[in-house]
Every structure is written in C-alpha cells, then in structure tokens.
C-alpha cells in the first residue's frame, strides 16, 4: 500500500454509480409501495395515514407527546395566525420503567400528562394530542401503531406487537388525564408537517443525523397497499424506511472493506447497510477502521496507534464535523482532538491524512444520501420543492448542506431544489398532524 490516496480511493463514488444509486432507491421504492412485492422489499414505504399537509391556517390548542428515547417531552401548542406558540416539559425516563413492563412505563407517562395538564390549568379539557413515537412501527391507522421492536435501550414487556396508541389511552383511563389521541407519526413525518405549516412547497421530509430517513407525500394511485378511503384528498404521507435499503446486496458494489468491518461489530449486523453510510452513529467508526489501516501500512502516525484509537466506536462523528470545520493553517482543532482524545502524537502530515480521511468520509455520506433524496425528488414529479430537514449530522456537519445541493444539482438538474431546517418536527410536527387530522 503506497499511499493514504490508495486506501481512499476505494470511497470514491463516481456520477455514473451515483446515478445508478438513484435508479435502484427508485426501484427499491416501487417495491415497497407493491402489493406483491412489499413482503421482500426492504425499503418498506410505510403509509403513514396522514393525508395533509398544514395550511398554516390552522388555529387551536394542541398536545404533543414526544417519546423516542431515555427522555420524553410534554407539549401544549397553540396556532394561531401562522404563529406557534409552545410550552414544554422533559421528564426523565429510569432505566427500570424502559426494561419494566409496558403498564409501568405507560402509567408513568400518563402521570406525567395529567402533571402537565394541571400546571396549565387544563385538567379538564380533552385537548387533541398528537404522539410521535420513534420506533419501529407498522401504522394500522392514523392513531394506532404497533410496536415491530423497541430499540434504544428500552425492553418493556408487553409492548412489542401492541398498539401504542392504545397502551396510551388504556393507561391514561386508569389515571383519570383526559386526552383524545389523534395521531401516531414518527419524527421523519413530524419534520415534514413541522416545515410544511411554514413552507407550502415542503413534500419531503429528511433525517440525517444518528440515524436516517425519509418520507414524503405520495398519490393514492401509487399505493398498492392501501386500505384506506379513495376520497379526497388522494394522497398519503409515506414513511420510507430506508436506512434498510441495500439490506438484499444490491448496494455491495459501493461497500468497501470498511463498512464490512463496522457491520461486523454493529448491533444489526446485516441491517440497515445504506444508513450505515450515512448516519452520524456510524460515520466516525469508518474514520477510525481506514485511520487504523494507514497506520498498519506505517502510512501515518510513523506506523505507532494509540489504545484509544484501537477501541471501536472511539473515533466519535462529532470529531469529523471538528475536523472539518478546522481553518487554522496548523489543523489546531485537529492536532488537539487527536491528542487528547485520541493519546496520538500527529505531525503535521498527520493531520492533513486525517483531514482527507474525514473528507472522503463525508463526501460519500453526502453523495449517497443526495442520490436516495434524488430518487424521492423524482419520484414526486415535482419540479420545485422544498426539504424539511433535521438531525445532528446536518445541523453542525459545516459542509453537509453545500455538498448535498452540489450533488442533486448533477442528480436531478431540471428540479429546483432547497433545504429547510425543521423547527422541532417531534413536538411542533406532531401538534400540526393533531391539528390537520382532528
């Protein structure tokens, strides 16, 4: 192995792949929406049964319930004017209420929203509430949701294979909190209506931060799956799913030896294999497989690692968005991440490999990520639109944005297309869904 160049050039995705990428997200899209086809899509293109997009007409006092992880939040949301006005509440999640049982955990947010309820005064009022609940889920409607598998940490008994909605209200019941359930949605969609209420071009929603994923407003017509009315409006907010895409091989021609290698010590191995690529849980852990390499090749670090950069996981993505926003001649911002981080000793030309290592890193994140969106884009038949968006990785990645609009400009040349960053599409987006649907 000659050069650091050599080991990077195995990221490089050129615009002929990338345009092939495009076309087979497209294909992967119609497999999902297929009747006969979507039991062995894995793009799984979920209809979410929210069939409108806000107006910003919409007016009223709305509750949100935000529950994705070790924290939840309670929302009181009131639009008026086109204005949105909100108060909020985080309430910790313990451990023993996430590996409990589905009717401890249900109970204590229950608690919760009648605590909430009565610090505003409104222990008597039967507001809409509209709950965004970031799990794998089937929707079998509007407000009802079954639990696929809980992630994340959490384990409560009784849950997976049941309807969340449900196991909400039946617990709200017991604790006498008055609360009517209009909507079960996941944060993709709630990014998409949060946007949307402001933006009336908004039909895609994006995701990129620890995770990925997308959604979008599809024809009924194109839905093989749904059971829903045929009336107006004949359309549907569709969840894709599509960090799974790739799940079947036919992204393997793209993987290298470094996504092989961090699947391996994944949790999911075998799963998930195009947000692997992409997402800030996994971008920092290729860093650190192809900084690995060099360094065996004797190609940096004078061939001396550290027991901390032999650690997996320890090369952590926010070190990449540093990394990359670091201007200083010197690579000052680099040189200390890599110090006292990392316990490595870099000279100078280290720091520019690691430079062009998080580089190469994140130009193929973002190409991949254009090419799935490019496929939505078109997918949508719309030749001017906005993307909701929101993450981690967008939000403080400095060169996320610019390398995106650079792709889709080659992609799809003839749309016309711009980023919107989402205001709180977890609490906002699911106040908005209440909203339009009740």
């Known amino acids: 192995m000659a050069s650091v160049d050599e080991i990077l050039q195995s990221l490089f995705v050129s615009k002929d792949t990338l345009n092939d990428v495009k076309g087979r997200m497209r294909k992967e899209m119609v497999k999902g929406l297929g009747k006969s086809t979507n039991a062995d899509a894995k793009v799984k293109m979920f209809p979410t049964y929210v069939r409108s997009l806000p107006s910003g007409q919409e007016r009223g006092s709305y509750f949100a319930l935000d529950l994705g992880g070790s924290n939840f939040r309670v929302l009181l949301v009131q639009l008026a004017d086109g204005k949105v006005n909100m108060k909020s509440k985080v309430y910790a999640i313990a451990k023993e209420l996430m590996t409990g049982t589905g009717v401890q955990l249900f109970d204590y ?4 929203l009648g605590e909430f309820k009565a610090e505003h005064g409104l222990t008597d009022q039967n507001l809409p509430l509209g709950f965004t609940f970031s799990f794998p889920c089937q929707q079998k409607g509007l407000a009802s949701a079954t639990l696929v598998t809980w992630t994340k940490g959490f384990s409560a008994q009784g849950v997976v294979g049941e309807d969340v909605s449900l196991l909400l209200k039946e617990a709200c019941d017991r604790k006498k909190v008055l609360l009517d359930i ?11 209506m949060s946007c949307a209420y402001n933006d009336q071009n908004a039909f895609i929603g994006l995701i990129l931060g620890t995770g990925t994923n997308a959604c979008y407003m599809e024809k009924l017509q194109n839905v093989e799956l749904w059971d829903g009315d045929l009336n107006a409006p004949k359309e549907v907010i569709i969840n894709m799913e599509w960090g799974a895409f790739g799940d079947d091989g ?6 290298t030896e470094f996504d092989v290698h961090m699947d391996d010590v994944s949790l999911n191995k075998g799963r998930q294999l195009y947000e692997k690529m992409i997402s800030g849980m996994y971008l920092g852990e290729i860093v650190r497989l192809i900084l690995a390499k060099a360094i065996e ?5 004078n061939g001396k690692g550290s027991d901390k950069l032999s650690a ?8 990449i968005s540093e990394v990359e926003s670091d201007t200083s001649e010197a690579g000052d911002a680099t040189r200390k991440i890599l110090e006292e981080s990392l316990h490595l000793k870099p ?5 520019k490999i690691v430079k062009d290592v998080c580089a190469a890193v994140s130009i193929r994140a973002a190409k991949l990520a254009s090419a799935g969106l490019a496929a939505v884009i078109e997918q949508t038949e719309r030749k001017n639109l906005t993307v909701a968006i929101d993450g981690s990785l967008y939000k403080f990645h400095p060169k996320f944005h610019s390398l995106m609009l650079s792709n889709l400009e080659q992609l799809v040349p003839e749309s016309k297309v711009k980023f919107m960053l989402s205001e709180d599409g977890s609490g906002k987006g699911a106040a908005l869904v209440a909203a339009v649907c009740h």
């Open 312 to 319: 997996t996981w320890s090369f952590e993505t926010k070190f």
């Open 182 to 192: 209009i909507a079960v949605l996941n944060d993709t969609t709630g990014t998409l």
């Open 250 to 255: 036919c992204l393997n021609d793209v993987r």
């Open 297 to 301: 090749n004797k190609l940096a670090f």
């Open 109 to 112: 947010i229950a608690d919760c």
């Open 347 to 351: 000279s100078a030309k280290d720091i």
